[in-house]
């Protein structure tokens, strides 16, 4: 199984932009479905976005949809989450997710069966 390391968290302002990646290392990341999911202080985590093993499918969280891109690199094996219009809403610690059986578009109900799983990088959006 790969192995993820988020980066590229930190505080931004409200209408702002930020940009998450996430590198896997140690497996074949060509096989693997990869995402992204978030929990803000005392929620559940929740779904945001999900990219298939070809790149050529795209998945997203209603709530993040046309201000979230989520897009992968296999020849640097990583994937990353371009934030804009960014709304305190959007504060949590970000994470992580890769799956090789999971489809994407099935991410959300599914996270619980998802294989591997990052540390998380904290994203807090001020108002």
């Known amino acids: 199984q790969v192995q993820l390391v988020e980066s590229g968290g930190g505080l931004v302002t409200a209408g702002g932009s930020l940009r998450l990646s996430c590198v896997a290392s140690g497996g074949s990341f060509s096989d693997y479905t990869m995402g992204w999911f978030r929990q803000a202080s005392g929620k559940e985590r929740e779904f945001v976005a999900a990219i298939s093993r070809s790149g050529g499918s795209t998945y997203y969280a209603d709530s993040v949809k046309g201000r979230f891109t989520i897009s992968r690199d296999d020849a640097k094996n990583t994937i990353d989450l371009q934030m804009s219009n960014l709304k305190p809403v959007d504060t949590a610690v970000y994470y992580c997710?890769?799956?090789?059986?999971?489809?994407?578009?099935?991410?959300?109900?599914?996270?619980?069966?998802?294989?591997?799983w990052g540390q998380g990088t904290l994203v807090t959006v001020s108002s």
């Open positions: 997710a890769a799956d090789r059986f999971v489809l994407g578009i099935n991410w959300r109900e599914g996270q619980s069966y998802l294989e591997v």
